[in-house]
């Protein structure tokens, strides 16, 4: 099981053809993903080689969901023309849209979230490396080759350290790693993913990873005490950052006591999760709770 995307996810990608989309469309299929088109609507009708796989463009989302069945699709298109490229798949209805590029305005994001949610279909991301449930498939530019299955559910909001956290397990594997982005505004949340997780038979311990900045970490440790039965690990990126400086990611800003790691650890530990003060920890503790350490 996984949550989210699967080796039955059809997947289209959104700016297949530029340098980008080309590089990581090789990669998800080298690591099993079943890429069924790209979009590109000055190219409709062309197909793409990919190591002796012809992979069809299509002049829209509709086109290719109506050909392929997709439903899933990842975008690689600048930031400008981002907000178009996600509110085209949210008019086909496709159900999942996985938006990596980065830099995209805010107001934009707001905008596509908010519509792509009154038409059903779930953001991930922007400014994110996807998902990837290992050994079925890959949305997105997590490398494929640093994690095998296993019983560990993953949601963080580092791109930089969902890769460290699944080199750090690698041996114990990961049911899926969902890398949702460090934007203000995001599609799917840490409590989006938490209920995920706690429904999927086969996800054993979910690791959260948080950074400063915002809230979203106290409002998953309130959502862990009231839903969560699985024990939870997680870790808080910036226990050394400078209050009142934007750090990494646009949504890492800390006013105060607001926001800090110091404030999201103590609401993680009031509601059960065991937090660890580096990745090593934090792997430690993750095998701990599973009785591998």
Do not use: W
Request: aromatic letters at 4%; charged letters at 20%; glycine letters at 14%.
């Amino acid at each position: 099981m996984a949550i989210h995307l699967t080796k039955e996810s059809k997947v289209l990608v959104q700016g297949m053809t530029g340098g980008q989309g080309m590089r990581h469309t090789r990669r998800m299929l080298a690591a099993g993903t079943n890429v069924v088109g790209g979009v590109n609507p000055r190219k409709a009708g062309q197909t793409v080689d990919f190591d002796g796989r012809a992979v069809p463009v299509f002049g829209s989302v509709a086109d290719g969901i109506r050909s392929t069945g997709a439903d899933v699709t990842v975008v690689f298109v600048p930031p400008a023309f981002a907000e178009a490229a996600v509110t085209e798949a949210a008019d086909a209805r496709i159900p999942l849209a996985v938006v990596i590029t980065e830099g995209i305005p805010v107001h934009d994001t707001v905008a596509f979230t908010a519509y792509a949610r009154r038409n059903g279909t779930r953001i991930i991301g922007p400014n994110c490396p996807g998902l990837i449930t290992p050994g079925q498939s890959n949305a997105g530019i997590i490398p494929a080759d640093i994690a095998k299955p296993g019983p560990i559910g993953l949601v963080s909001k580092s791109g930089t350290l969902t890769y460290q956290l699944m080199y750090e397990l690698r041996d114990t594997g990961f049911s899926t790693c969902v890398g949702i982005g460090g934007d203000p505004v995001v599609g799917t949340s840490h409590i989006d993913c938490l209920a995920a997780f706690q429904d999927d038979p086969d996800t054993e311990l979910v690791v959260l990873i948080g950074e400063i900045g915002g809230d979203a970490e106290e409002r998953a440790a309130a959502y862990i005490h009231d839903h969560v039965t699985k024990p939870v690990v997680g870790y808080i990126a910036g226990f050394t950052a400078p209050e009142g400086r934007t750090m990494g990611h646009a949504g890492a800003i800390v006013s105060g006591s607001s926001g800090t790691a110091r404030a999201k650890q103590e609401a993680l530990e009031a509601a059960g999760v065991r937090v660890g003060r580096t990745p090593t920890e934090t792997a430690r503790l993750v095998l701990d709770a599973l009785g591998a350490g």
